[in-house]
Each structure stands twice: as structure tokens, then as C-alpha cells.
């Protein structure tokens, strides 16, 4: 039952680092296979397949951070020590929401296969 409990409390605490690293390697492997196939590349209101994609992951991942945030941050807690997990949870959560973020801004400004 303790291993249990602290594979669950270390993948709550690094949800956010995850779904980030996930993100990370989706877009750009993506983002590299659509520029290494010319003949998959198709527009859509003025944004590339490839630029859909990555917009559409970013917003999956910024729900899912902030879907676990909450319920973390709702999640009643008894233990001091546990309050600590729980800033850093919501810590992190930012900090990759903040990635993400920034990771995705390119795609309206730089052109996909540039």
C-alpha cells in the first residue's frame, strides 16, 4: 500500500512536467514528419495541418494541467506535509501550462516548414 501511495502522490506531483514532455515530443515529431512529406501538407483557414495539431495539443495538455491542478487543489488534505505537495503540484502545473505555451506561439508567427 506505500508503494502505492507514493507512485500516486510522484505522478501527481509531476503531472505537469509529463504532459509537457508528452507534448514536447508530439509537436515537434509531428511538426518534423508533416515538413519531411510535402505531400501531406494541406491549409486550413490560413494555418498548416501541422499548426492545427499542434494548437489542438496544447489545448488538450493545458486542459489536462488544469484539470488535475483543481482537483488537486480541491483534494482535502489532513497532513501539513502534504500541503507542500500540493503547492508544488499546482507549481509545476504553472510552470509547464507556461511551456506549453510558449512552445505553441510559433505556429502563428513562423511558418511550418521554414
Known sequence: ???SLFTSSFLKLFSGPIIWAIHFLFI?????IMCARPALRREWVGLSLSGWA????????????VLINLREWR????????????WMTV???VLSAFAIILEAIPVFLVPDCA
Open 1 to 3: 500500500m506505500i508503494a
Open 75 to 86: 483534494s482535502d488534505m489532513d497532513a501539513s506535509n502534504r500541503d507542500f505537495a500540493r
Open 54 to 65: 499542434i494548437v489542438l495539443a496544447s489545448v488538450m495538455a493545458l486542459l489536462a494541467i
Open 91 to 93: 507549481g509545476l502545473g
Open 28 to 32: 515537434y515529431s509531428f511538426n518534423g
